[in-house]
């Protein structure tokens, strides 16, 4: 008993990226073509580098003319190469690479990053255009949509960061277009980015404002004047 489960250890096991099994289809692959490659995989693995068709045939429900011909049709198409190697004494052998498909595969999940990317993007332009309109209480017109789209586009301001803007601007009484443009210019002149960065700057010029007016007596329970962007 003891030597059955050290003989199925000794067996060892394959590492295959989950991405494989969840992408294989967009891949144009079958569940046979699938298998084959699997099998090639655990072949190299075990250190058979260029397994005949007959041993690869024998591990599945294919014949080894069927095999013969996906083997063809997975080279033909990219997923596999055979490549040229030699031993140290210099004899020529064959062997089977599976770095195409890994190559396939990356691409496939950069290209998935980028489709998530630009709508997780697209989610947040939209979020922007109605934070604005909610704060304003009307649609916004053709000219406030274009500069938004600038803020965006042209001047690569984040969408948290333009959205920050406005609430600096909704706390300033200031709610205008012409505002919230001089917060983020200031800021961007600062090298702001974060949330937090936008914060901190805030606070250091309130606090500005609060200590010129510290010779009033109500100054502690009076509203915090805010920093006025516009008249820098």
Not at 164 to 184: C, T
Not at 210 to 221: A, I, L, P, V, Y
Request: with cysteine; net charge negative; proline share 3%.
């Amino acid at each position: 008993m003891k030597s059955n489960i050290v003989a199925w250890m000794q067996e060892g096991n394959v590492s295959i990226p989950t991405l494989l099994f969840s992408e294989y289809r967009n891949l144009n692959l079958n569940e046979t073509e699938l298998v084959l490659l699997l099998n090639i995989i655990t072949f190299i693995e075990k250190g058979n580098e260029f397994p005949t068709p007959e041993e690869l045939s024998a591990r599945m429900t294919i014949t080894i003319a069927e095999c013969n011909e996906m083997l063809r049709r997975l080279i033909q198409r990219g997923f596999i190469e055979i490549m040229d190697q030699y031993s140290n004494e210099g004899i020529r052998f064959e062997k089977y690479s599976v770095n195409p498909l890994w190559e396939k595969l990356v691409d496939r999940f950069l290209l998935n990053h980028q489709v998530s990317r630009q709508i997780e993007k697209k989610t947040e332009e939209t979020d922007v255009y109605t934070c604005f309109e909610k704060e304003f209480g009307r649609p916004l017109s053709p000219f406030e949509c274009e500069s938004l789209g600038m803020w965006m586009d042209d001047d690569h301001h984040d969408p948290i960061i333009i959205k920050a803007a406005l609430r600096e601007a909704v706390m300033s009484g200031k709610l205008n277009f012409r505002y919230i443009d001089r917060i983020l210019f200031e800021w961007k002149k600062n090298g702001i980015k974060t949330i937090e960065q936008a914060k901190n700057h805030g606070r250091k010029f309130r606090q500005k404002q609060t200590d010129r007016t510290q010779g009033q007596e109500n100054s502690q329970q009076s509203a915090v004047p805010f920093y006025n962007w516009l008249e820098q």
